[in-house]
């Protein structure tokens, strides 16, 4: 920002969450024309939140209601992230609370991705619509270094749930415990997971317990982002759900239910729908205000990663 530009508003919006202290918080800016990306990232650095929307009007073409279409990037306290779900559905509830609920369109690094709002009982919804997924083997030694990160046994991964690596819009390391204490206990080496998911372009790992047939935990450590752990991570989310029908562990046609948070105190819910027929995988969850304060409202932001690593 030059001098003469006015910071612009930041809002704080949680997602995957009907609470403020649930969910996973992002700082949302409605109107970020004039700031460069210096300027973008500082403001993400400043909340510490695992992302951070900027909006700014819509690249020519996008098509959307007026108002309802814009181009969107997001930053972590460190970088710029392609894509982002909770971010994308903390500013689809935003805009609802000023637009009302309807559909909005957003172009991303990662390609177009169309979000419905809808309201509920005094609750709104958002739904995002994933770009097309892709999913791809892990090589044999990155694998094992990823598990030497972490401090997993081979042996304590869920031998039905393949090691992957998936994309719908952001690639994730997709591993599965095999009982949900081990997921649990996670105290990971920060910089040498860094190192791994640098060089893959991984932007978390998706770790995974399932509880039944539509229903999962999961854990997401962020460190490219400057961020232990993420709360809920909806980009993941749909790259999750891509993999699971693609290996044939759920129909291709369901919907799964994954809960994420718990383990940091910040409980959310994420809805994963798959279409048979549609290879895009849609993800939602609600989303609310947490107030005009700044801080890291309990997230697992830069601030605590001292306490976290290993």
Known sequence: MTTNTPRPEVLRY??????????????VVLDATGLDDSDMLAIAADLGYSESAFLTAP???????????????????RAEVPFCGHATVATAVALAERRGPGELVFATRAGIVPVVVTEEGGTLRATL?????????IADADLAEALAALDWPAADLD???????????????????????????????????????HRLDLTTTQLVWRESATVFHVRDPFPVGGVVEDPATGAAAAAFGAYARELGLVPEDTVLTLHQGEDLGRPGELTV????????????????RIGPRAGHDGA???????????
Request: overall charge positive.
């Open 159 to 197: 031998p039905a749930f393949p090691p992957r690596i998936a994309f719908a819009g952001a690639r994730h390391l997709v591993l599965a415990a095999a009982t949900r204490a081990r997921l649990t206990d996670l105290a990971y080496d920060f910089e040498r997971l860094e190192a791994l998911m």
């Open 59 to 77: 690249p020519e073409g996008l098509g959307g209601q007026e108002g309802r279409a814009y181009s969107i990037r997001y930053f972590s306290p």
């Open 273 to 288: 729908t798959l279409r048979e027929g549609d290879p895009r995988v849609r993800v939602g969850g609600a989303g609310t």
């Open 14 to 27: 949680t997602a995957f969450s009907t609470s403020p202290a649930g969910g996973n918080p992002a700082g």
């Open 300 to 310: 697992a932001g830069p601030g605590n990663l001292a306490a976290k690593r290993k």
């Open 129 to 137: 619509t994933s770009v097309e997924p892709q999913i791809e083997e």
